[in-house]
């Protein structure tokens, strides 16, 4: 009898006692399998509470270290070490390390894409769901240096009047957004919705009826099903999303350049697959791992922003 990838990846799953935990950008396939699908900030509660001996980690490099400083005894296991993250690149550890440098009086608050390195140069780590929260838990007296998503820092600003000195990196997939073909769109179906991600440029955060953070925009949707929406972010969310409004249309914002799906869509989640998925779990291999004085370092920020975020669970 042929047993198929998922039945191996599931018995292997209860072999190892391992937990698979996956982005709500990865393939349907891998959100299929996973033990939990969510956004960084529930990845990284579900990373801290877990009580199994292998993680591993569906989504991009940066998560699996943030899952390794919080499990240094814990194998932490990443399908594919090519999944990067083109966000935390525009924010090189050396170069942020003579920037921080050259203001010292002020409070350091990182994005969580970002590398364990710049984490660990870092007050405190946040992310789409908690970072308003987070920059007001910092007095207004205190200047803020925010690193490394210059638009999720602009947006900040906006909605709380903080002046925060900001690093200036992007992701390439919430700029690749075009505003020409959204509004097209929006004349196509003009009684839809447009929701964003805060990573998105300013041009489109503009035409939005609701901004947030992935796990945010879903639980806007299942609040308001009957809506018809225009969703821009990584592509990847439609199918979580659509799962929880089976009768909702959600229609994928427009890119800029015309590729497969005429979304968005990020090309290092998209570089992990079943197979490999399977791989490293039978392998353990590519396993993540973080130097101990960085990871004793950037700890301590990340234990910040989940003290933080505990009356959060579950937003």
């Known amino acids: 009898m042929n047993i198929s990838l998922k039945d191996k990846i599931a018995n292997l799953k209860k072999e190892k006692n391992a937990v698979i935990l996956a982005h709500y950008y990865q393939r ?111 007095p207004e007296e205190t200047p803020i240096i925010f690193a490394p998503d210059r638009n999720l820092g602009k947006y900040i600003m906006q909605q709380t009047g903080r002046e925060m000195l900001l690093w200036d990196g992007s992701c390439i997939v919430h700029e690749a957004f075009s505003i020409d073909k959204l509004l097209k769109l929006y004349k196509e179906h003009p009684n839809s919705k447009i929701i964003a991600h805060p990573e998105s440029e300013e041009h489109i955060l503009q035409t939005a009826t609701y901004i947030g953070s992935t796990s945010g925009m879903i639980n806007y949707v299942k609040a308001h099903p009957q809506e018809k929406y225009i969703v821009a972010t990584e592509a990847g969310i439609l199918y979580k999303m659509q799962q929880e409004v089976p009768g909702t249309k959600l229609i994928p914002a427009p890119a800029k350049d015309d590729n497969t799906c005429a979304c968005s869509e990020c090309g290092y989640m998209k570089v992990n697959t079943l197979q490999k998925l399977y791989n490293c779990l039978l392998n353990e291999s590519p396993q993540i791992n973080v130097p101990e004085p960085i990871r004793q370092r950037a700890l301590l920020p990340i234990e910040r922003m989940l003290e933080l975020s505990k009356q959060d669970v579950g937003n």
């Open 28 to 138: 349907p396939e891998i959100q299929e399998i996973a033990d939990f699908v969510g956004d960084s900030l529930g990845l990284s509660i579900k990373a801290a509470e877990t009580d199994a001996d292998i993680i591993v980690f569906a989504g991009v490099h940066f998560m699996a270290e943030t899952a390794k400083i919080l499990n240094p005894s814990k194998t932490v296991v990443l399908p594919d070490l090519e999944a990067g993250c083109s966000l935390a690149d525009s924010c090189p550890p050396e170069a942020f390390d003579e920037f921080v440098k050259s203001h010292p009086d002020h409070t350091v608050i990182t994005y969580v894409n970002c590398s364990a390195e710049v984490k660990a140069m870092s007050d405190i780590v946040c992310t789409s769901s908690n970072a308003l929260k987070i920059v007001a838990s910092v």
